[in-house]
């Protein structure tokens, strides 16, 4: 295809790199991939969360008070949100690790949305249910589901590692949208059970809400539209958190939507706030908030989480085909865990010893993530068939007797069975 | 029509014919009566009591929480009905018409069939979805369709047909005490043809497995499929809407001494094909009749297996009525369409002539 004036290609162009620099910002796809003068435009306007903001703690480590979110901040919670950013963080660095070592098939990162993740997940108590789209390694591990239990759908040796229903936080869910839809059936259950609005008994509360996390780019689909109607029409418990991490694989949140994403909530006739989604004290303030109107029977409500998306869509992505690395460089001074140990250090809440215990700790963590990926075997065949049904199935007893006794009969050859032997 | 929410409908035996529809709206109405986690969800279910009153009178017996007037969005009502069956609610949920199902059939495909393999059976999904199914009453476009191979080609999903009265009722009582989500279609044609029910006969014998090991009461048979009419000759074997047609073909098959089996198949997916191949090492013949096109579908699936387990029985090919490989025609061409006495009884002749 011939150089349009303007293009990448064209010399001359602002876009086209003139200098070592200018090419290395593009990353290692060089010419062969460069974002569009377009996409370069949106990235950029996408570090503009506009006027309506609610931070509580600012890149620069300064917490000030907001007055529609007012939020107690102790020395021991901001020690407890740093230390879970930094250990999921590195886990989430040795998920990357893994994949480039052949042990998983798939990593998909969360680096740069931990604060947006956790401030969430620690906003929810343990009545509360959460439905995650694939990428929520944070909120997993706010709701007890051990890192090495995400394992397995990354290996290829399960399609979930953890209890859904135990641990209120289901099954990670890939095709884009669908849990909101699950969620906000879930949250009329809650409603239609009698689980919000009750007055609290001996300080304790019985009420529950749902959380439901999406991204910018399942704001286009259907069953988020479906969701948020349906959510309005029965007055779900639901929160429709999403994290808008600009990027919907190689596509700007601006090909989603003309206006921002937490102002879609006013279509449905529901609250939607915009927080930082790098600062964990305001995702947490915010959240702690949104799920208690739900509790309280004044669901539902959304909530955008402005957050950024440091790495690849996946392990298998090239974002040096669709961004600029001075976009990254950008959201690097905004980084969420930075800002809390700024604060800590400043205020007098945590010394060295602390900083390197939690780094200790998390180097602990990636080597026992490590380990336990490493050592995960093939599951056996029977698999396959286990749990495709609660009840008995003649038809798949059948197909797996019958393929136990194909197998068997390697065995009785003496051969290797098909799935031992090297290709 | 007011049973009243507390009558059991077993209390109330009413042993004269009912419409299809109302054996349905009944097998609602007890299922609903015996267990408060059953909601009935959908488009007009409520006031209007479904555009075929299916659900009539229910809205106002067990009120808008338990029979849920929904937006008019199919995904939003299947997936909102996975999120209940989360919740420890057993949906009941009413797709208008079948070509309104493929809105939801991303729900139906993702979610519903493979919550439970997904999270090792954490998650059952006590879910049925009821479509009303089929040509032959002169609709509009996406009015009368039979999707139902769709939903037999996917893991993790049950796929049932009722034809009659009486079976309308069980196997909706047994579809909704199912662990599984069931596809449960009703023939939309025969809606308001009369049959015998007899709610004594439902005899609760089989037993299920409950989520802590106890057995729980079921009535019988709602996967199974049944032989309707003992033959020697010719095996004819359909479901739903077609099934009047197979007994009409045997009728008129005995006016010429000819003696058809006649097997209802009931259970779509999994087939139950133990006495289509009893019947079939009997007869040697077998005729599948079906609205559906017939490319890789339930009657393709039959003639496969019988071939498999059957090979040698059989004294000629498997034959297959069926509709064509085409959009849905307009109506006024749909007799030429579906199946009928004529088209199966050609087939008939023409395995016999084998």
Known sequence: MAAVPGSPESPGSPYHPTTARDAAARGAAGLRGQPTPSEVIAGLRATSHGDDLVQLLSPEGTLTAHEDFPFEVDADLLRGLYRDMVLVRRFDREGNALQRQGQLSIWVPLLGQEAAQIGAGRALRPGDMAFPSYREHGVAWCRGVDPTQLLGIFRGTDHCGWDPKATRFNCYTIVIGNQVLNATGYAMGQRFDGAIGSPEADGESRNEATIAFFGDGATSQGDVHEGMVFAAAFDAPVVFYCQNNQWAISEPVEKQSRVPLWQRSTGYGFPGVRVDGNDVVACLAVTRWALEECRSGNGPVMIEAFTYRMDAHTTSDDPTRYRLADEEQHWKLLDPIERVKVHLSRQGMADQEFFDSVGAEADELAARFRAHCIAMPKPPPERIFANVYSEPHHQLEQQQAQYLVYLASFEDQGSATPGQVTR | ?354
């Open chain 2, 1 to 354: 029509m007011n049973d009243g929410a507390v009558s059991s409908p077993r209390s109330g035996a009413d042993s004269k014919p009912v419409t299809l529809a109302k054996a349905l709206n009944m097998s609602l109405r007890a299922a609903m009566d015996e267990d408060p986690k059953v909601i009935v969800m959908g488009e007009d279910v409520g006031k209007l009591g479904g555009v075929f009153r299916v659900t009539d009178g229910l809205q106002k017996d067990f009120g808008d929480h338990r029979v849920l007037d929904t937006p008019l969005a199919e995904s939003g009502i299947i997936g909102t009905a996975v999120g209940l069956a989360m919740r420890g609610y057993r949906p009941v949920a009413e797709i208008q018409f079948d070509g309104f199902v493929f809105p939801g059939f991303d729900q139906i495909i993702s979610q519903v069939a493979k919550v439970t393999y997904r999270s090792q059976g954490a998650w059952s999904m006590p879910l049925v979805i009821r479509i009303p199914f089929g040509g032959g009453i002169g609709a509009v476009e996406h009015h009368a369709e039979a999707p139902e191979s769709f939903f037999c080609h996917i893991g993790g999903l049950r796929v049932v047909a009722c034809s009659t009265a009486q079976d309308a009722y069980d196997m909706l009582r047994a579809a909704i005490s199912c662990d599984d989500p069931v596809v449960f279609f009703e023939p939309k044609r025969r809606y308001w043809e009369k049959g015998a029910l007899d709610l004594g006969a439902t005899a609760l014998t089989d037993t299920a497995l409950t989520d802590t090991g106890a057995e729980r009461e079921r009535p019988p048979g709602c996967f199974s499929s049944v032989v309707r009419r003992p033959g020697t000759d010719v095996t004819v074997v359909s479901y739903g809407s077609s099934m009047p047609i197979l007994h009409a073909a045997a009728d008129a098959a005995a006016a010429e001494g000819r003696s058809l089996e006649v097997i209802d198949l009931r259970s779509l997916s999994p087939l139950d094909l133990g006495p289509v191949l009893d019947s079939v090492r009997k007869t040697g013949r077998l005729v599948v009749v079906s609205e559906a096109p017939r490319e890789s579908s339930i009657t393709a699936d039959i003639a496969a297996r019988v071939t498999e387990e059957a090979f040698y029985s059989l004294a000629a090919p498997v034959l297959r009525v069926a509709g064509f490989d085409t959009p849905y025609p307009p109506s006024r061409l749909e007799e030429d369409y579906l199946p009928d006495l004529d088209k199966v009884l050609d087939a008939v002749d023409r395995a016999l002539a084998f």
